[in-house]
């Protein structure tokens, strides 16, 4: 059974940095993507970013384009998502999700496992 442990959390200011990390235990997979999502208060879950094992390909929302980075350590199991420039809209719970087999992709609702979220809070 694949697990997804979320950390890295917690309140910034505007402006700020952060980084998320999600341990995976249990692949017996090879191919297989993770993404991150968030939820904001009283909105939908939404995809933030998704990195594929197959060739490392990474996508993002054009909300976090050019401030937020995804990438993993392979040896570690853990996909990271460096989140800089932060800004109060930014404020959500972050889910890490996985999805196994081969050009698995980060659609919502097709995420096979995930994770229990980490708060991620940016306010002055």
């Known amino acids: 059974q694949l697990q997804l442990v979320e950390s890295g959390g917690g309140l910034v200011q505007p402006g700020g940095s952060l980084r998320l990390s999600c341990a995976a235990s249990g692949f017996t997979s090879d191919y297989y993507a993770i993404g991150w999502f968030r939820q904001a208060p009283g909105k939908e879950r939404e995809g933030v970013s998704c990195i594929s094992s197959s060739d490392g390909s990474t996508d993002y929302v054009d909300a976090v384009k050019g401030r937020f980075t995804i990438s993993r350590d392979n040896a570690k199991n853990t996909v990271y998502l460096q989140m800089n420039s932060l800004k109060p809209e930014d404020t959500a719970v972050y889910y890490c999700?996985?999805?196994?087999?081969?050009?698995?992709?980060?659609?919502?609702?097709?995420?096979?496992?995930w994770g229990k979220g980490t708060l991620v809070t940016v306010s002055s």
């Open positions: 999700a996985a999805k196994v087999g081969v050009q698995a992709t980060c659609i919502l609702v097709l995420m096979d496992y």
